[in-house]
């Protein structure tokens, strides 16, 4: 479960911009452009993935994911971290969608409002550690207290780009997955 559905949001909205529908770098309000209020969301702030949903609307994002086949998908809101909050159905992904969202932005990653969306992610020293400071990372996490989501485009100079996704959910400690990740990494790099 997706607690932030922020990575088929950047993707579906890279897509609605390559066909013209919309422009990543629009102004929609108050100075702010898509492409910004999408690495907001990145950065973990779900009221700016809240907003994307809201300016996009629930029919124009489920229409585009029945048309792109992402049929492991279900985005119905964003869980969100304060007392009294609404509460929503729970938000789905599958690895393999995870994985065509990864490539949709892979391949708009010559465009600078691609790369500002998931640059920078918010990640743990250990994470950042096993990733390697020579590489470029995009990334997006969903972590809550029992489960961590990790979608990461690796860029690495010289070597073969890696996309990488773990779901784990129902997990008593979050930082096994961080543990798991190095794991899992190491074993594709040698």
Known sequence: MMQIPHLPLAAMLVELSNAGEISLDDHISRGEYYWERLHWAQQGGRGMCMAVIWTMGFGRINEWLAEEG????????????????????????TTQDA????????????QSSVRNIGTNPPLSDHIRETL????????WLDVSEESKLLFFIIDQPGDSDLGIVVLAEEIDDTADVDQGFRMLFEALMY
């Open 70 to 93: 992402f049929t492991g998908t279900e985005i119905r809101g964003v869980t969100q971290d304060v007392p009294d909050a609404p509460v929503f159905d729970p938000n789905y992904i």
């Open 99 to 110: 994985l065509g969202y990864l490539k949709i932005i892979y391949n708009n990653l010559d």
């Open 132 to 139: 390697g400071f020579k590489n470029t990372i995009y990334g």
